[in-house]
């Protein structure tokens, strides 16, 4: 197995800005806005892009929370049981626009758990969709709205994304799993 | 997690993923929508032998909040008390297709016995055996201790250099078995307090200390917690001791005993309270009782104790 | 008309040389080299060892009442396929064994089947109720000769009954065994009081409710002057109490199960019913105290308590289970793994233990004899070095209640004979039908 990188840290920065003034964006402006982080590397990049978004928009300080969807995922039967992680809500999403933050898209369905679990919190005026990397493969109609990179990926390889917060360092890489 | 039938089954890794997810179940108990899709389309079956209203409702809501469905099997008029084995009752539940069973038996050991018998393969909540276990209660014990030391904060943690005291009938009590093996697990100090007559023959082969002497108990561990263990009706006419005075007075949480306890010291009970024989009022409805807390942290513990066992992959053990 | 003549070539005698057994008839004719029989079927004895054909003083054939769980028939082919060649048949039936025509039942029964020689055992009090004694002579004067009394399942617990009965039964030279166990400090008891218990959650079953009756018992034995044999010994104290009353010249013996041999305490932890048994399994010390006081002679014999029970009555959680296992079909096995693997005795106690001391106590002159001629053919081949993981194929018992199952054991009986016929031959069971019929010829003479 090999490691091949393909987004270092001022990749990783430059990529989040982006996502950020697009959120502002088609928000116009940050008003009623909150950040729903999927745990665990969608939380710290939800954190990350309010930061972005304060420093773009002085004073602006945007909700941001953490959305736990391990009990609406379709997979607690196939996979060994998963721990759960806190939901923390700051702020009742009704009215706000979501946008909910993971690190990597890929078959679609955390982001339909997410879903469902927004909506036993409440009705939000809109829902959207960041994500720092799209890797394609969806087995759901469900798109991202913002997309730091596009990675088009075999069903082998893993992507990994690393963060300061975790893992000491920022960077995107891929793992070439040897087929066979 | 397999199944939870004894808490001495359980390791300290395990445990404390337990207890962190049934903090996630606590904040799911505090929101509007008070429900999570976990177990759609799962059976569970409340199978009781012995009458609890306290602990099937617990899991009744337990089992509700996560979506699954619930039946209620009571063995009172049933086909049950007219002599129907445990064997024929559970092939009975397992041909209408159940996929959980939360069983509290009368005999010691029955929970395990169901288990691993193959009359039925799925997983078995063990909601107290006999004068065995009650591990969900255990849970709960450990979770409202570790909630009121750490707060926002217990995520993760153990109990480690915790003291608890358990005082009172010990032989009998399956609570406190299965507190006895967790409290270990999880790093605690335990301190057993009873009148001879009222711990198990072989209690020196277990990991706690032991106490006859409440007052002195009390003076020398500087508990953190003091966990008080009904007497149930029928111990109270067969020579355990000479009458409830006596056991009140000597092992008693009476209002004096409870007035000389530091401000921090939690009052535990597992509930229900014979008030005035092993607990004072004074005590069970002072800010240091958690009686009320561990009804609550009940339902969490049983969500997180459903979800552990029910959701996984499942080998299949018998065809 | 008599049954075929036998001739076992080259088998090991208990002392251990090496003999040839001729068997015509129901008797041993000779027993020396190079014997031969043109009319007798031979038997290859080569690496097997021959005994006197066993004798359990403590079977449960539960017949009459409790047909479901065993028959006199299928009781005594679980013998005969463990090398029994005579079982004393406790009183605990429906009813109770309590008066000459139930203990005359059964002894016909035991003659039809034609698979050992039948004992029954007499009640001590009427209906095991420990407060009236039986019709305790007119058992004794029976065609069913009852030398043995027992309220075996239930201790006789008042110590009048129990003085009474030692000295009433002096009158026909019988014999009171003792089921050894207070009742009030085992109300409700399930299993060996000690750290499993505590752990189980099971009432416990102190070993002094054991060891207090039997002390009780030998110093009024001691007081009558009466004999006295204590029912399966469990626990340490109770060798320590026996020994010290033996050295005092009481006269007593007492008996141990195979299973006390070999299972401790610790298997209740599966709380699988199959070890749920009166008195309980105890603790690993114990069971090296049984076994050393097995090999010094402190315990005379081992016997089975062989106590079959329906699937229904073990298949269900422990507090439900009914007490007892069957041990017939694995005793010898047992005692050999047990106590010859490990050096504490040789096949001369085997026999000692086994047929010699338990035909003694229970007054059966034809069984338990030295191997020589002129005695009734009662004898049993073993294979030593068999090991086989002990299965329900090895039972004839109708119940399948083993606690072996699954355990390696040492040693199987390759034949065994009764009254000169074979009733297992080849490792295996002889049909009941050519049982009976050899048992009918010998009953005509
Ligand atoms: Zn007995």
């Known amino acids: ?180 | 997690m397999k199944h939870l039938l004894s808490t001495r089954d359980v390791t300290r890794e395990e445990a404390i993923q337990l207890l962190d997810i049934a903090e996630d179940m606590s904040a799911v108990n505090d929101r509007e929508v008070k429900k999570l899709p976990a177990l759609r389309g799962k059976t569970v079956v409340n199978l009781f032998f012995e009458d609890s209203t306290r602990t099937r409702i617990s899991f009744e809501a337990a089992e509700k909040r996560l979506s699954a469905d619930v039946i209620n099997f009571a063995a009172k008029g049933s086909s049950v008390s007219k002599g129907e084995s445990l064997k024929d009752t559970t092939q009975t539940l397992a041909a209408m297709g159940v996929d959980a069973v939360v069983i509290r038996h009368g005999a010691s050991g029955a929970p395990q016995v169901l288990a691993q018998s193959g009359w039925i393969d799925v997983p078995v909540i063990n909601a107290g055996d006999g004068t065995h276990e009650h591990p969900t209660q255990a849970f709960l014990d450990a979770f409202t201790m570790r909630k009121r030391l750490h707060g926002a904060g217990s995520r993760g943690k153990g109990l480690d250099g915790v003291k608890v005291n358990i005082v009172g009938d010990i032989l009998h009590s399956r609570v406190a078995r299965s507190n006895v093996w967790l409290l270990q697990t999880l790093g605690a100090e335990v301190q057993l307090v009873a009148p001879p007559t009222l711990l198990p023959h072989a209690v020196n082969t277990w990991p706690v200390s032991v106490s006859f002497d409440l007052d002195d108990a009390l003076a020398q561990s500087k508990p953190d917690v003091v966990m008080m263990l009904r007497i149930q009706q029928e111990r109270m006419h067969d020579a355990f001791f000479p009458n409830e005075r006596e056991y009140s007075n000597m092992w008693g949480l009476t209002q004096e005993r409870f007035y000389s306890l530091p401000a921090k010291t939690m009052v535990m009970h597992p509930g229900p309270m014979n008030r005035g024989l092993e607990i004072s009022s004074a005590a069970a409805d002072s800010p240091q009782s958690t009686v009320l807390e561990q009804v609550a942290n009940g339902v969490s513990v049983r969500m997180a104790a459903l979800y552990m066992v029910l959701t996984g992959e499942r080998e299949v053990t018998h065809d | 008309m008599t049954n075929p003549d036998l001739l076992i070539k080259g088998a090991t005698l208990p002392d251990g040389s090496r003999a040839d057994i001729l068997i015509e008839g129901t008797q041993i004719t000779a027993v020396g080299k190079g014997l031969s029989s043109a009319s007798a079927t031979t038997i290859d004895a080569d690496g097997l060892v021959v005994l006197p054909g066993l004798v359990d003083l403590h079977t449960h054939l539960r017949e009459p009442g409790y047909e479901q769980s065993e028959t006199v028939l299928t009781g005594t082919q679980a013998a005969a396929l463990g090398g029994f060649t005579s079982v004393f048949a406790m009183a605990n039936t429906l009813p109770v064994a309590d008066t000459a025509g139930v203990v005359e039942q059964v002894l016909r029964l035991g003659d039809e089947a034609g698979y050992a020689t039948v004992r029954p055992i007499g009640a001590v009090t009427k209906g095991l109720e420990g407060i009236q004694l039986a019709e305790l002579g007119a058992m004794a004067n029976s065609r069913a000769a009852v030398r043995v009394f027992s309220d075996d399942g239930k201790c006789v617990f008042d110590p009048l009954i129990m003085r009474r009965a030692l000295e009433y039964v002096k009158t026909f030279g019988g014999v009171i065994a003792q089921h050894a166990q207070e009742p009030r400090l085992t109300v409700d008891a399930q299993m060996n009081e000690g750290e499993v218990s505590a752990r189980l959650g099971l009432a416990g079953w102190p070993a002094v409710a054991e060891e207090s009756i039997i002390a009780r018992d030998v110093l009024l034995a001691e007081h009558t002057g009466s004999r006295l044999h204590i029912c399966h010994l469990s626990t340490a104290g109770s060798v320590d109490v026996i020994r010290w009353a033996k050295k005092r010249g009481i006269n007593v013996t007492a008996e141990v199960t195979p299973h006390h041999l070999l299972l401790t305490d610790d298997r209740v932890e599966s709380y699988d019913a199959r070890f749920k048994v009166n008195p309980p399994l105890r603790r690993a010390e114990d069971v090296m105290a049984l076994r050393e006081a097995l090999a010094d002679g402190t315990i005379d014999i081992v016997a089975t308590d062989h106590a079959p029970h329906p699937i229904e009555s073990k298949d269900c959680e422990w507090g439900a289970a009914a007490f007892g296992m069957v041990g017939l079909e694995s005793a010898l096995a047992v005692v050999q793994t047990t106590m010859v693997e490990t050096g504490l005795i040789g096949w001369a106690d085997v026999a000692r233990v086994l047929s010699e001391t338990p035909a003694r106590i229970g007054g059966l002159a034809t069984h338990g004899q030295k191997i020589q001629p002129g005695i009734q053919a009662e004898l049993v081949l073993v294979d030593p070095a068999t090991r086989r993981n002990f299965g329900v194929e090895d039972l004839a018992s109708l119940s399948h209640n083993s606690p072996y199952l699954g355990i390696e054991l040492a040693g199987q009986v390759v034949a065994t004979i009764h009254q000169g016929y074979l009733t297992t031959d080849d490792r295996t069971l002889v049909a009941a039908d050519v049982v009976s019929a050899q048992a009918e010829v010998v009953a005509r003479g």
């Open chain 1, 1 to 180: 197995m090999t490691a091949r990188a393909i987004m270092q840290a001022t990749d990783m920065q430059r990529a989040l800005t982006r996502i950020a003034h697009e959120i502002l964006e088609s928000n116009r402006g940050a008003q009623s806005l909150i950040l729903l982080g999927i745990p665990t590397r969608g939380v710290t990049l939800a954190h990350r892009l309010a930061e972005i978004l304060e420093s773009i928009v002085p004073g602006s300080s945007v909700p941001v929370g953490s959305l736990d969807v391990t009990m609406y995922r379709d997979d607690l039967y196939q996979q060994p049981t998963r721990s759960t992680a806190p939901t923390d809500v700051p702020v009742s999403i009704d009215d706000m626009t979501v946008v909910l933050v993971d690190d990597v898209l890929y078959s679609g369905r955390t982001v339909r758990a997410a879903l469902d679990a927004l909506t036993d919190l409440g009705r939000p005026k809109a829902v959207r969709l960041a994500v720092l990397a799209d890797r394609g493969h969806r087995e759901l109609p469900i798109r991202a709205d913002f997309v730091g990179k596009n990675l088009p990926s075999a069903h082998g390889e893993r992507i990994n994304v690393r963060l300061v917060e975790h893992d000491g360092e920022d960077g995107v890489e891929i793992d070439e799993v040897m087929s066979v």
